[in-house]
């Protein structure tokens, strides 16, 4: 059974950082794609860093391009969403979610249809 466990969220003042943690068990890493999601209040879900694993193909929008960054630790097995020069239109509940699949674009690795496996979410909440 695929598990998903967020932490790290928190209260920030604008242009800080933040990292968050998603430890998973239950699968292989590299057979994975490994997607980070948001959900502010009153909006829908994005995704905001999605990784096939088992290539480095990495989708982010714009929004985030050159703030959020994805990694891992193997040895862990968990996943890392570093954000720095944090917004408050960052703020957001925040979702780690895992998942094996194909698809033919880079933008449809955060295509939420696809993750069946999603974490409990953890609060991000960046102050003006």
């Known amino acids: 059974e695929v598990q998903l466990v967020e932490s790290g969220g928190g209260l920030v003042q604008a242009g800080g950082s933040l990292r968050l943690s998603c430890a998973a068990s239950g699968f292989t890493f590299d057979d994975y794609v490994i997607g980070w999601f948001r959900q502010a209040p009153g909006k829908e879900r994005e995704g905001v860093s999605c990784?096939?694993?088992?290539?480095?193909?990495?989708f982010q929008p714009d929004s985030v391009k050159g703030r959020f960054t994805v990694f891992s630790d193997k040895a862990k097995n968990t996943m890392y969403l570093q954000m720095i020069n944090l917004k408050p239109e960052d703020t957001a509940v925040y979702y780690c979610a895992a998942d094996r699949f194909l698809v033919s674009t880079t933008d449809r690795l955060c295509d939420e249809f696809f993750f069946r496996s999603w974490g409990q979410g953890t609060q991000v909440t960046v102050s003006s």
């Open positions: 990784i096939r694993n088992s290539d480095g193909t990495l």
